[in-house]
């Protein structure tokens, strides 16, 4: 069994002028060792967005907000999250989501999502999709249509 005491997890930032704006992520279930699922604890600066608008082909997603307001955005439509408010997206589902704070004040949110083997990632805004195989550590990307493509 692993303890991760609060304030000892693995931590990602934003970097300095991330389009996204500012967020940090706690890593629990990396720091804890975990591979069948991912779960970290988000907190969302004001007026920054969690990720690009994007849908999982092969993985489960769900968030849980802890404090704080987030807006999320579920093919365009807007829906206020507050405290104790959770979303879920099941896999295949092609509901492109994202979350904005546009609050003055951070949003503390739970994320919790399957780790399949290999997942489709889509982000239909920006004509991209990110292939993954969790097996080789790789990672590309393609056009909606499959031609090769950057990282969008």
Same mark, same amino acid.
């Given at each position: ?24 992520? %706690?890593?629990?279930?990396? *720091? ?6 991912? $779960? /970290?604890?988000?907190?969302? @600066? +004001?007026? !920054? ?24 955005? %579920?093919?365009?439509?807007? *829906? ?6 959770? $979303? /879920?997206?099941?896999?295949? @589902? +092609?509901? !492109? ?56």
């Amino acid at each position: 069994m692993a303890v991760i005491k609060s304030g000892t997890a693995k931590i990602n930032q934003s970097h300095a002028n991330d389009p996204l704006g500012d967020f940090r992520t %706690e890593l629990i279930s990396d *720091t804890g060792g975990l591979s069948q699922f991912g $779960a /970290c604890v988000e907190e969302l @600066a +004001p007026g !920054a967005w969690s990720s690009l608008a994007h849908w999982h082909a092969e993985e489960d997603e769900m968030v849980l907000l802890l404090s704080g307001q987030v807006t999320l955005y %579920e093919d365009g439509v807007a *829906t206020l999250l507050a405290p104790g408010d959770a $979303a /879920c997206w099941k896999a295949g @589902a +092609p509901l !492109a989501h994202r979350m904005r704070n546009h609050t003055d004040v951070p949003a503390r949110y739970v994320v919790v999502g399957t780790r399949a083997p290999q997942d489709k990632v889509t982000y239909p805004d920006q004509d991209r999709v990110q292939h993954l195989d969790r097996d080789t550590g790789t990672r590309w990307f393609t056009t909606l249509a499959g031609d090769p493509a950057d990282a969008p």
